[in-house]
């Protein structure tokens, strides 16, 4: 039996260690419904994003270029319905659910709630915009997210980063930039994301396209930094926290230390 319980042993310890890094976990932020400190808190169309998510460790600040506020706020991109959620329609391009221009096939997605660059600041001091439109502009602004932990791998959507306004590849110009606590970075152009190792996105107006970062070239990343260059909107955001090849080699070795002990038992 002892031999057996050895094979068994053998073969995990295998399993474990023939991938170089093994996910740990990942938190996700749909601004829709989301579970924060064991509540599920539910957000509306409008809501000023502020610390809503500092229970989780993810605090988010906006700072608008242009004349608009610095606020990031939620837009419902399913089809107007009127109140009390979506009294408000003012850019169809960033509503769905037929989404053109996209990664995703036609009526397989629908985003809900996005956060935008805030254009306005009508009825926007009890916290819910009354009028929520996102910030035009060749630099729109930049939407921050710090955190209180480390990660390894980025997912999310991005909503209409318009394809060309102006005569200007705004999208091109767009840029998403991660940091450590060092204050390395390592930075990534929306170009770059039209290539199959991030998803091969396919910008446009009416677009919803999902990245997939699966690694950076740095280690310790705690900061994620959008600089947004014409319009749009990010949905679900997902920060990934993997257990590195150490780590594992690590308990490679608890288990070698194990069967030694199962087999001067045996």
Known sequence: MATLSLKKIISAAVLVTASAVVHAGTTV??????T?????VTLQHGTVISNQYAAL?????????QSGPDLGVLYNTDPGTGAPDKFNDADSDLTGP?????NFAAGTYEAGNSLIIQENNTGCGDLVCNSPDDQAGELAGYITFDLDFEIDALGF????FQDNRRGVKEVQNSLVTVYNAAMQQQVFNF????????GAANFGENSINRIMIDSFNIAGVNKVKFEVHGTGALDSLRLTTKVSEPATLALFGLMLAGMARVSRRG
């Open 191 to 198: 170009s770059d994301f039209t290539s199959a190792q991030y």
């Open 36 to 40: 924060i400190a064991g509540n599920l």
């Open 29 to 34: 932020i749909t601004f829709d419904e989301d």
């Open 157 to 160: 959507e991005l909503i209409d």
């Open 98 to 102: 037929n989404w053109g221009n996209s």
């Open 57 to 65: 460790g993810v605090n988010i600040s906006v700072d608008n270029n």
